[in-house]
């Protein structure tokens, strides 16, 4: 099969298709689009890059091309992990269907509710989302998904990794249970091997390359490094880079550098510009507008340098790419591989540079076992400019040691000066004395008691008359 009139498909596709240089077809859609036009479920997998996007939009242009969209009610849906990789979805749409009246809606975040909530009133016969706002409109109940015929997955790996599976397993419970199902992913987990299983029936298995396999269109070169000090290591990375980025020269038309981590994006990009690199930063917690403004100024080239997190690796069709830059060895394996897919696109070549730092080794070691293959090391840019950290004197004195120091520290150290304590029963100021319960009491100058002072109650006679007194009854005795 050398071109695209043997597929079957329908000749305003193709003429669409004519029109936007493509002549071969690839092989995963070589063999997928035969049997989406039957009419069967196709479990596809394959490398990124190798063009599974057209190879489910091409099927279902042809056969939505008969038939109405109702209000509310599309009758074909596309899953997407990311705005950006809709978004491209999207544009292949626009691309193959110009000659088809079919309306299209976009549902992404980032985007007012009201304004897609009018293109769905309209009638969707493709209907391009990902989960989280797709569910979003559901629970409103401005959509419904009994009228789905053809529903796709795209980039199911990626769902699983974004916490997409329950979704995506909700959003196949509300569509039809005689829908037609294309399913795409680059590799096949066990979790992902359960849904196709049980929400496929008897899908056709298409697998053109080998499971998370790098095209041999890329040439692959790791830089290994060890910090002196831990502190100093992402000042390393980031002088690394800057070098490895210098030293491909008019080569590196463009190049995208991923880090694993959204704070870093805007750390790395800063410090590029700063010394004078063209680069711009693109991550989830952007703007929408200000995503597609940067991506658009990096198709356009207006953009020399693109660095994103992996919400970038995926869904950026982008032909020409010349470089991929791992600023991160990626924790997932599979990852690695999706990120550097962004070159070496359609047959082209293109170069992946990782730099490896001592602590992601362990990570740098699961990849090339992935890969089944140790990827060539590039020479160390900082090599010999490291300064070897000072050695800090750890010994410690033995205990003997200790014990013979003790006398002499003793005889070294001046006597303390006695203090000037005053005795523990010493009577208290009598300005400052206070009783039990902590209240003041006045200065007394006099013990007060009996003494002298007899109260005159004390010397008063109480004895009844007719008894003799003290003294007469002496005298009588």
């Known amino acids: ?127 391009i989302a990902t989960p989280g706002r797709l569910l979003d409109h559901f629970e409103r109940g401005k959509l419904m998904l009994t009228g789905i015929e053809i529903m796709v997955v795209d980039e199911a790996d990626r769902m699983l990794d974004m916490g997409f599976i329950p979704d995506i397993e909700r959003i196949f419970k509300l569509t039809p249970f005689t829908r037609q199902t294309l399913f795409f992913s680059a590799t096949m987990a066990p979790e992902i091997t359960r849904i196709t299983q049980e929400f496929l029936h008897n899908p056709q298995r298409v697998e053109v390359a080998r499971q998370a396999t790098a095209s041999e269109t890329i040439e692959q070169r790791v830089c290994m490094h060890r910090a002196s000090k831990r502190e100093q290591a992402t000042k390393d990375k980031r002088e690394i880079l800057r070098r490895l980025i210098t030293a491909e020269g008019d080569s590196l038309t463009n190049g ?14 800063k410090s590029l510009s700063k010394h004078g690199f063209d680069a711009a930063a693109i991550h989830g917690d952007l703007d929408q507008s200000l995503r597609t403004k940067t991506l658009q100024g990096f198709r356009d080239g207006d953009l020399r340098l693109l660095v994103a997190s992996d919400v970038a690796a995926r869904g950026l069709d982008i032909p020409d790419v010349s470089h991929v830059y791992n600023f991160d060895v990626p924790i997932h394996s ?120 007899v109260p005159d109650f004390l010397t008063r006679d109480f004895r009844k008359s007719g008894q003799p007194s003290d003294e007469a009854a002496s005298a009588e005795s």
């Open 1 to 127: 099969m050398t071109n695209f009139k043997d597929l079957e498909l329908d000749p305003d596709v193709l003429k669409a298709v004519e029109e936007a240089g493509y002549e071969t077809p690839t092989p995963i859609q070589e063999q997928a689009i035969p049997f989406a036009l039957q009419g069967r479920d196709v479990l596809g997998i394959a490398q990124t890059g190798t063009g599974k996007t057209a190879s489910f939009t091409l099927p279902m242009i042809t056969m939505l091309a008969k038939g109405r969209a109702r209000a509310r009610m599309p009758r074909s849906l596309v899953l997407a992990p990311t705005r950006e990789l809709a978004a491209q979805v999207a544009e292949n749409f626009e691309t193959y269907a110009k000659y088809k009246k079919l309306n299209m809606a976009l549902l992404i975040g980032g985007v007012s509710f009201k304004d897609q909530e009018r293109v769905i009133d309209r009638g969707a016969d493709v209907l």
């Open 334 to 453: 599979e990852d690695y591989v999706h990120r550097i897919g962004r070159t070496g696109r359609a047959g082209r070549s293109g170069k992946a540079i990782t730099i490896c730092m001592s602590a992601d080794e362990k990570y740098w070691a699961k990849i090339e076992e992935l890969l089944g293959t140790e990827v060539p090391r590039l020479d160390n840019p900082l090599k010999g400019e490291v300064e070897a950290a000072p050695k800090r004197d750890t010994k410690q004195p033995s205990k003997a040691k200790k014990q013979d120091a003790k006398p002499e520290q003793a005889q070294e150290k001046p006597a303390r000066p006695p203090r000037n304590r005053a005795p523990k029963n010493e009577q208290r100021s009598s300005d400052r004395q206070t009783d039990r319960r902590g209240y003041r009491q006045e200065p007394r100058n006099t013990i007060v008691g009996m003494g002298d002072h």
């Open 256 to 269: 995208i550098v991923f880090c694993n981590r959204k704070r870093d994006v805007d750390i790395v990009a």
